[in-house]
């Protein structure tokens, strides 16, 4: 397995240099053919080293929904339609993080955050500091869209804060650092885009976004092995 995941990241390394490059060179014409093959490449990675598309089909689920959310924020620019069909894409995949998230949950240990709700308050302050930004420069039905989609982020990562004590160190820290990097890529897309404008925006978004997902899918892996490894313990004789 080791031989086949490097070999894995020697295909996709060479991709995401070429779609950051296109990136700062605003050559936006490799984007489409290099950035819908990394959601594709993330999905390929996790059914490798896990391989039970039934058991894990909210994972499934999330990382589908991200690349549908790619491909229509990819061609944005020809119309807004497409950057509101982009964020429906993303927002179903978030759900499905916090499906996933929550299948850690335990009756005698409800997750960090759930025992301990003020740690919600530094996502409440975050969500309304972005809020606070961006909702100047939208109108109509913009503004719901776009509040639905930021709760459904930050939830997607307290959820993700609240795996702390439920796996593995390993998984969560994988996991919730993914998380943040999420929720900062996305924040940059929304003040670049209803805010304002920043040099370098195309390539720091991207470079967060597939970090993010990287590590998020690796934290996932994680888990699963453990859980695996528990399975095989409690059946030897």
């Known amino acids: ?57 909210y994972i499934y ?55 301990n709700p003020v740690w919600l308050i530094p996502f409440v302050v975050y969500l309304a500091a972005i809020l606070y930004l961006i909702l100047g420069g939208m109108n109509g039905v913009m503004i719901p ?27 969560f820290n994988l996991v919730f650092f993914g998380s943040l990097l999420f929720v900062l890529s996305d924040s940059m897309i929304a003040i670049n885009r209803f805010y304002a404008e920043f040099s370098g925006s195309s390539f720091l978004i991207m470079l967060t976004y597939f970090t993010a997902q990287y590590l998020i899918m690796q934290g996932l892996i994680e888990d699963k092995r453990q859980k695996d490894k528990s399975i095989l313990f409690l059946h030897l004789p």
Not at 160 to 165: I, T, V, W
């Open 145 to 171: 869209i776009i509040v639905i989609y930021a709760l459904s982020l930050i939830s997607m990562s307290a959820f993700a804060l609240n795996r702390k004590g439920l796996i593995s160190a390993k998984s």
């Open 61 to 115: 689920k999330a990382f589908l929904f991200s690349w549908i959310g790619d491909l229509f924020l990819m061609v944005s620019h020809i119309d807004s339609l497409f950057f509101y069909a982009g964020v429906g894409g993303f927002f179903l995949a978030q759900l499905n993080y916090i499906k996933v998230f929550t299948g850690n949950i335990r009756s005698d240990n409800k997750g960090l955050v759930f025992n």
């Open 1 to 57: 397995m080791k031989k086949i995941n490097l070999w894995l990241h020697l295909i996709i390394i060479p991709i995401f240099v070429v779609e950051l490059i296109s990136r700062l060179n605003n050559f936006h014409t490799l984007d489409y053919f290099t950035k819908p093959l990394l959601l594709i490449w993330i999905g390929l990675y996790f059914y490798l080293n896990t391989g039970n598309i039934k058991r894990d089909k």
